[in-house]
């Protein structure tokens, strides 16, 4: 049976033109880590078979309008780069997610075992610093027109393609709910996770908050190391308690979460790898010293894919199951791990994976931190949308090659803890008597499922009450008090009680409680309104919340 071997790899992190019009577009930018993955593997373009471009995170973020700014990219940089030999049943864009470049080298590897494909190139970008300073000048993405012609008004990114072919199934991440209750986007919904697991180990929000620097401050260690600078968005040193306390350059973005500890995807950063199977590289004249063998994977999804829908905060089933896939099929555990680069999106997301995993019994992940990263992560480093991982990837072939013999894990996270692959790596080949596995994970996930099935959220609870188990703060970019302060808890009375709630509150009387005392917010009674007409839509509910006496139930 064929295996896969990792053979070509290319980072690149573009600074900020002076001149707008000189910057690349996300197809360009990935082009360049492309071209240097094929110089890397010392192949030529015709040797490629297949294009798996990573999505953009950027298209509805930046530039929101009814198609995509790119219909196929997959097809654009083939086209950039001459790979004239690729088939257009070939050429491939991935679902939305985190998980989706290992999840593609985990596919990828299979269909090399299968006979499938021979060589396949993974590729993305992120040029959202560039398309966020556009959109300040109000400046528009077309295609359809010459870079010289209209330069003050558009800027030329984009393809008047079809729409190209999709790989994997694509899942809502989130709902209405989420919008008008102020956690549609990663960093509250992730706070909601962060309180939740706090609440679930009895921490004071004060030792969490150190513990969390603590952590961070390891990623930040190698971010900020001479030979990863160039590689960083974000190089700059910081010390746990630069890192831990909020400040003008440290602004609260989500409670608990500071800047410094939220991914950044404000970046103009590119990525590339190159796979293809062992046989097809000695044919080519790879050095045995370039290839990086993919020893053991796995994929899964969580119990539930919504935050409001998780049947617990403190635990991540999908994390575990995937986790334990990879290391039983690589035939290796925790232990053989020389190298991890572990998703780092917020702290909650890594210390649920060391927990799951049992990374934390090999390594301590305050004091070790640094051991969890290859790339600094992606509050430092730089989180370029869904490709991160990519650069995780490419950093990790890099890393064994200069240590060969040793074994690298990667973690890969997609939606709010929603999604998951793993892979693990090493420069020493599999044994011959282990074939290549992809675990079929789909019944162990409905078995977890069964024992602990997805939380009903009601969308219209009416006027009841319920227990908060968590909340958060949004926080603009000026003043001491959030925006708002959404909750989420149980509901004890009315006819959803046993449904989970979720609610909001902008009054400062009401918010101000839960930002300067935040350890008694927690498993206290609120008093919750509902009413529909949000955003216009008369069957959109939104739910506000007032504190009662201050009773509070524990779980």
Not at 3 to 29: I, M, Y
Not at 154 to 159: A, C, F, N, P
Not at 397 to 403: A, K, M, N
Not at 434 to 443: A, C, I, T, V
Request: glycine share 8%; aromatic share 6%; net charge neutral.
């Amino acid at each position: 049976m064929p295996r896969a071997v990792l053979v070509g790899v290319g980072r690149l992190t573009q600074r900020r033109p002076e001149k707008l019009d000189d910057a690349d577009d996300a197809v360009r930018l990935s082009a360049k880590a492309a071209r240097l993955a094929l110089q890397d593997a010392a192949v030529g373009t015709d040797d490629v078979d297949a294009v798996y471009f990573i999505d953009m995170f950027g298209e509805g973020r930046v530039f929101p309008r009814k198609g995509p700014t790119y219909n196929d990219p997959a097809k654009d940089v083939a086209k950039e780069l001459g790979l004239h030999k690729v088939k257009p049943e070939n050429l491939f864009k991935g679902p939305v997610g985190g998980n989706t470049p290992q999840a593609s080298v985990n596919m990828i590897a299979e269909r090399i075992a299968n006979g499938e494909v021979e060589c396949a190139l993974i590729t993305g970008a992120e040029a959202l610093d560039t398309y966020t300073l556009g959109r300040k000048k109000k400046l528009q993405p077309r295609a359809d027109v010459e870079r010289t012609n209209e330069a003050e008004k558009v800027m030329r990114w984009g393809d008047t393609e079809e729409k190209g072919q999709v790989w994997g199934k694509k899942l809502k991440m989130s709902s209405s709910q989420d919008v008008i209750h102020g956690i549609a986007q990663m960093p509250p919904s992730y706070a909601l996770l962060e309180q939740g697991l706090r609440h679930s180990d009895g921490v004071s929000e004060e030792d969490r908050r150190i513990s969390n620097a603590k952590l961070f401050s390891g990623y930040n260690k190698v971010a900020s190391a001479s030979e990863n600078k160039d590689q960083s968005w974000f190089p700059a040193a910081h010390s746990v308690e630069e890192i831990a306390t909020a400040s003008n350059d440290n602004r609260m973005v989500a409670y608990p979460y500071p800047k410094y500890m939220c991914a950044v995807m404000d970046v103009n950063q590119s990525a590339s790898v190159l796979i293809m199977s062992e046989e097809r590289a000695r044919a080519l004249g790879v050095p045995q010293a370039k290839m990086v063998y993919l020893h053991g994977c796995g994929d899964c999804q969580d119990t539930a894919i919504r935050v409001l829908e998780k049947p617990c905060f403190d635990r991540c089933f999908g994390m575990k199951l995937a986790g334990e896939a990879a290391l039983r099929s690589a035939g290796v555990s925790v232990q053989d791990i020389k190298y991890y680069d572990v998703y780092s999106c917020f702290p909650v997301a890594v210390r649920l994976a060391c927990r799951e995993m049992g990374i934390d019994k090999v390594i301590d992940i305050e004091r070790e931190s640094h051991r969890l990263t290859v790339t600094g992560g992606l509050p430092y480093h730089g989180g370029p949308g869904n490709n991160y991982v990519t650069h995780s990837i490419a950093a990790m072939v890099e890393t064994l090659r200069g240590d060969p013999g040793t074994f690298g894990l990667v973690t890969a996270n997609g939606g709010v803890t929603s999604k998951h692959a793993v892979g693990v790596y090493s420069t020493s080949p599999p044994p011959e008597d282990r074939p290549f596995e992809r675990p079929d994970l789909s019944g162990a996930l409905k078995e977890v499922q069964a024992q602990y099935p997805p939380r009903v959220c009601a969308r219209n609870p009416g006027d009841c009450t319920g227990i908060v188990r968590t909340f958060t703060a949004n926080f603009s970019k000026h003043g001491d008090l959030p925006d708002s302060v959404t909750c989420v808890g149980d509901i004890t009375s009315g006819p959803c009680k046993g449904d989970r709630f979720i609610a909001i509150s902008h009054e400062a009387s009401e918010m101000r409680p839960f930002i300067e005392s935040p350890d008694a917010c927690f498993d206290i009674e609120v008093a919750i309104t509902s009413k529909g007409g949000a955003l216009g839509r008369k069957d959109w509910y939104q739910s506000t919340f007032r504190r009662t006496s201050g009773q509070r139930t524990k779980l």
